[in-house]
């Protein structure tokens, strides 16, 4: 038994023109100072062998005045002039065009009101989700997808200066690429593969109905070790999700979604790191993006995880929840 926080009841909050421009806002534009990058393991294997063409991933960075050029990992992890990087990972059935709009709207809300002289290095993570004709044999493909991603996520974290400060924020599919990752990053093992060298610094993330097991950072599952490389975890998950209410089609009968139900099965000092909302009130029975990147309680809670400031409390009111996991 467990007690998860749930925000009242509030309606979804879409902001017309708050902070000076829509939500969601797809526009293809940088603040001075910051990074953007587009990093795609699209064209990339997976299967089941040992190691896997990290090498080859696609890198692009955003110029201010040329769009999208061609860039290297190398220039993707260099440099100290940053606050933080935080990296974004899509959920499913996204081909390359919406994964770069829904990578600028998480940007823009995720430096919203956010001081000049503070500056983000930003990655959008484009894997490979799009969509077949037989809609659950394309989410079953792109769920065993995930797994092989989290190792490509996980090498990229390894390459990240050893100082830095990382967040990481996910969509429905996502989750389950970070959760993998971060159970590599931990020393597990995932799909028989594990990484020989790993990073020292411990992340910050936030999940937007996560598509992953709600038992996925549970110490007594075979790949919880993951939340040991979480600083904190935030996670937004809705109990009236008609699409994560079907999780177990994917992952199997009486497995529940993290997005579903929340993160349960951790340990005293795991429930230290997590704080989690049922959205339920304020999402109804939608597994929609826009609703959760768009709802001023949520971001403005979310944005400050993400970027290392204070953590604030919820904009409302809170009630306590009893929910059996």
């Known amino acids: 038994m467990a007690v998860i926080v749930s925000a009242r009841s509030a309606q979804a909050d879409f902001r017309a023109s708050a902070g000076g421009y829509c939500c969601p806002n797809y526009q293809e534009a940088i603040r001075p100072g910051d990074e953007v990058y587009l990093i795609s393991t699209r064209c990339l294997p997976s299967g089941c062998g040992f190691e896997l063409p990290v090498e080859r991933m696609s890198v692009q960075r955003y110029d201010g005045g040329l769009g999208w050029v061609e860039s290297s990992l190398e220039e993707a992890v260099a440099g100290d002039t940053f606050d933080c990087t935080s990296i974004f990972v899509h959920g499913n059935w996204m081909d390359t065009w919406w994964t ?5 709207a998480t940007y823009h809300e995720l430096t919203r009101d956010w001081e000049p002289e503070r500056h983000i290095r930003y990655v959008i993570w484009s894997w490979p989700t799009q969509k077949d004709a037989k809609s659950l044999a394309s989410i079953r493909r792109n769920t065993e997808r995930a797994d092989s991603d989290a190792y490509y996520l996980a090498w990229f974290l390894s390459q990240m200066p050893a100082d830095e400060q990382v967040s990481i924020s996910a969509f429905s599919l996502g989750a389950r690429v ?11 093992r995932l799909n028989g593969r594990v990484l020989e060298n790993r990073s020292t610094v411990d992340y910050r993330v936030v999940f937007f109905a996560a598509a992953t097991s709600s038992g996925a950072f549970s110490p007594y599952c075979s790949s919880g070790d993951g939340l040991s490389r979480v600083e904190k975890l935030l996670n937004y998950y809705n109990s009236a999700d008609p699409v994560l209410k079907r999780y177990w089609l994917v992952a199997g009968h009486g497995n529940k979604a993290m997005g579903y139900a929340g993160a349960g099965g951790l340990s ?7 704080q989690q909302y049922n959205t339920a009130r304020l999402m109804g029975k939608e597994h929609d ?7 001023s309680c949520i971001m403005t809670q979310a944005r400050e995880v993400l970027r290392f400031g204070d953590v604030t409390p919820a904009v409302e009111p809170v009630e306590a929840e009893v929910v059996s996991l």
Do not use: D, P
């Open 100 to 104: 770069k709009r829904r990578g600028w």
């Open 289 to 295: 993006f826009n609703q959760y990147i768009c709802n």
């Open 178 to 188: 970070v959760t993998g990752a971060l159970q590599l990053q931990a020393g597990g």
């Open 268 to 274: 005293s000092e795991g429930w230290s790191k997590v």
